[in-house]
């Protein structure tokens, strides 16, 4: 489904700020998995997925996505295949528009100059109502004026509402309240299994990487050091994660973000 | 001053507010909507009143008014190539080409500032014998005006529905969402342009014709006096509301703007002092609301200061 092959990153080259994101990663993902992606700061776990968007290009290497070569594809162009969650919910969504018009967009039906039809409208309540957050009786209302776990929801709802390829989802709960951030994580499981979509997740919460999904990837330091699946995986704790990261990265791991999700 | 005075003075505002109105339009569009600052906008008046005015000189006085709206749309094409696909900034790329616009004004009518149209016939002066014998006869400036304005508003209440519209409002408010909804933002901002852009250059066509006379700097600072009443529509029909009412809120505006500089003169404000009063509106209004959010900063900042070192840490003991 995914393929990277021996993709390359260096920001800054040749400054004193030069940092090599990612290093001679290959990566093969397979149609349906559902994979986690661990790491402290900086391992470059978004830049892994900015350059599968299309957001900058690799300096070395290729991107193929369901078998065709999309390296230097435009992001907008890439977008038609692949979905994106950020973790700031203000991303996904256009805050002066309503909720009906940005599903709209994301919808995309008809041409250039077609109009929402009322066909659309119940579409989209009845999709709403997915969500449980009583959204549905909102549609006029601007985006803006939702909470951020609201906003998230919706722009989940937009990124699968035709079910793209690949999923991305970069931490897209972290900056939601507990409660909430659960609710919209047990969405994604429910919309990612219900369809079927290939997704990758990148975490700060290290029980919820081994919770969700089929296979889990440890990065550190532009490289992927652990990648696990199957049994090996469903025996395994926050402790062992720790521990493997120990001896692979040769560090301790230091981020506070992942001892947090640690004791929770 | 009599009753017949007043609505003199009201008739005139009207007229011309409605003239600025399609500026006004034009930039609820750029502006608000798209979020770009449109610079070019003196520009591209003074490039529709050009075009119209040669239009109607050469006897088409209604092929000048698609004639112009073209040219405008070239001249927003312009401007939007050079910020989306060229890597002029924003702001600069209407700067360039508004200068730019002045030397090709020059250029398409002779080397001449001025183009008299005293007894050119323009879409008034035809509108004006087709009344002829109506009770409506003397409103026909009014009438032309009314009909041109109702037109691009309603257009714009249609468009900014469809998924076009929506596309180039997503524009503005987010970029990157509708990147993600697989949109080129250049293509939307580039469609933005050249529709608001049709819209100035058709204002000052109509500018033109109704002054019986185009003049090369009659576009100078039309950009502050139509933000200026874009800015005071919006406190009637703001961000919340639907894009109709916006609109609608941006052609009250633009009367407004004139109604309340037709008052000045009246009370022998200086007819010079027009942009000044523009570039104030558009000062208070934009940096109104971000003073009020630092008034309480600022008075906190003045009652430290205020208190004398030790008496913070000493108390009454």
Known sequence: MLRLNRISKTFNPGTVNEKRALKDLTLHIRQGDFVSIIGANGAGKSTLFNLICGTFYPDAGEVYLD????????????????????QDPKLGTAPDMSIEENLALAAGNGGWL?????????????????????????????????????????????????????????????????GTAEKVLNLTRSIVEDNHITCLMITHNMQSALDLGNRTLMMDQGRVIYDVTGEERASLTIQDLTEKFRTLSGRALDNDRMLLGIEK | MTIDKWLALGQTALELGLVN???????????????????????????????????????YPWLSL???????????????????????????????VNTGLYSLNMALTGNKATLPMNKTVTVFTLTKNLLKGTPLAGQYTLIVMLIAVALVVVFLSFFLRTKLGLAIRATGSNADMVR??????AFTTTVGLC????????????????????????????????????????????????????????????????????????????AFMLKAVSSIIVIIAISGPYLRRQFPMMLKTLRMRKRVPGQAEGGKG
């Open chain 1, 67 to 86: 078998g065709r070569n999309v390296t230097m594809e435009a992001d907008h162009v890439r977008a038609r295949q692949i979905g994106r969650l950020f």
């Open chain 1, 114 to 178: 077609s109009r929402v039809s009322a066909a659309d409208k119940r579409a989209f309540r009845e999709r709403l109502s997915l969500l449980g957050m009583g959204l549905e009786d909102r549609m006029k209302q601007p985006v803006g004026l939702l909470s951020g776990g609201q906003r998230q929801a919706l722009t989940l709802l937009m990124a699968t509402y035709h079910i793209p390829k690949l999923l991305l989802l970069d931490e897209h709960t972290a900056a939601l309240d507990p």
């Open chain 2, 21 to 59: 109105a399609l500026t006004v339009l034009a930039l609820f569009l750029s502006y608000s909507m798209l979020n770009v600052c449109d610079l070019s906008t003196d520009g591209c008046f003074t490039l529709g009143a050009a075009v119209g005015a040669l239009a109607a000189i050469a006897g």
């Open chain 2, 66 to 96: 698609p004639a112009a709206m073209l040219a405008g749309m070239a001249s927003g094409f312009v401007t939007a190539t050079l910020q989306m696909r060229m890597g002029v900034q924003s702001l600069l790329a209407g700067i360039v």
């Open chain 2, 180 to 185: 993600s909804s697989s949109i080129n933002p």
């Open chain 2, 195 to 270: 529709v608001s852009n049709a819209f100035t250059a058709l204002s000052g066509c109509l500018m033109a014709q109704q002054q019986k006379n185009y003049e090369v700097n009659m576009g100078s600072g039309m950009v502050t006096v139509a933000l200026a009443s874009l800015l005071i529509g919006g406190v009637f029909f703001g961000k919340h509301r639907g894009v109709t009412l916006r609109a609608v809120g941006a052609v009250l505006g633009a009367f407004l703007f004139r109604l309340v500089y037709a008052l000045a003169l009246r009370m022998d404000m200086p």
